[in-house]
């Protein structure tokens, strides 16, 4: 069965961080370009960062530029988010995806909020 599994999501305070993790398993993890998108509350879904399957290429969208970092490690079948100086507009539902297919987690909730 293929599973994408987000983890750590949380509340926090403006400017502090969080790192989100995204277990993959049932498809050769290694092999698929990932992505990270987000939905706000009452918004649909948003783009934010993908990386491709050797993790040598990353892309972002304007808005977390300098703040949030992707990684992934597939010795570990594991896609990251590293969030920093997160602001209440980042507050959403984090899920992680394949790149190109429908595959994706259940998302982790992240509130950012003083």
């Known amino acids: 069965e293929v599973q994408l599994v987000e983890s750590g999501g949380g509340l926090v305070q403006p400017g502090e961080s969080l790192r989100l993790s995204c277990a993959a398993s049932g498809f050769t993890f290694s092999m698929y370009a990932m992505s990270w998108v987000r939905q706000a509350p009452g918004k649909g879904l948003e783009y934010v960062s993908s990386i491709g399957s050797d993790g040598r290429k990353t892309n972002y969208v304007d808005s977390v530029k300098g703040r949030f970092t992707i990684s992934r490690d597939n010795a570990k079948n594991t896609l990251y988010l590293q969030m920093n100086s997160l602001k209440p507009e980042d507050t959403a539902v984090y899920i992680c995806?394949?790149?190109?297919?429908?595959?994706r987690g259940q998302g982790t909730q992240v509130t950012v909020s003083s």
């Open positions: 995806k394949t790149t190109s297919s429908s595959t």
